[in-house]
């Protein structure tokens, strides 16, 4: 087994191919909003993607937990000032929230990974 790097970034989960069953069963996830996420940036000018919906990013900036808890924070502040919205928005908003979620679960995957790998070097 190869060790991996820990940093998380569009790029590295984009690119990441498991090496065994174990692996490959752990990593078995909807994996949608990284295609969604490399849409964005072909799509862009200046080659950014907004994770989670918030936060603009390249392909090589890194995800931190940091990063992760500041989306939870701000779907969250979202959520809690939806005084008067219409239908649109408010699919919008869990959209959002959709999106978070897939991603918070891929970056765990994937660390998860990482942490496998490297306890068997």
Not at 13 to 41: C, G, M, R, W
Not at 91 to 106: H, R, Y
Request: glycine share 4%.
């Amino acid at each position: 087994m190869t060790n991996i790097n820990h940093k998380v970034t569009l790029n590295t989960l984009l690119s990441f191919v498991p090496e065994n069953e174990e692996e490959a069963n752990i990593f078995n996830i909807d994996k949608t909003i990284l295609s969604q996420y490399h849409n964005e940036i072909m799509q862009s000018l200046t080659g950014i993607y907004c994770l989670g919906g918030y936060i603009k990013l390249t392909a090589d900036d890194e995800i931190t937990p940091s990063k992760i808890s500041e989306l939870d924070k701000l779907n969250q502040y979202t959520l809690d000032n939806m005084y008067s919205c219409n239908s649109w928005e408010l699919q919008s908003v869990f959209m959002q929230g959709k999106k978070i979620k897939d991603t918070k679960l891929i970056v765990q995957r994937y660390l998860d990974i990482c942490e496998l790998r490297n306890k068997s070097i």
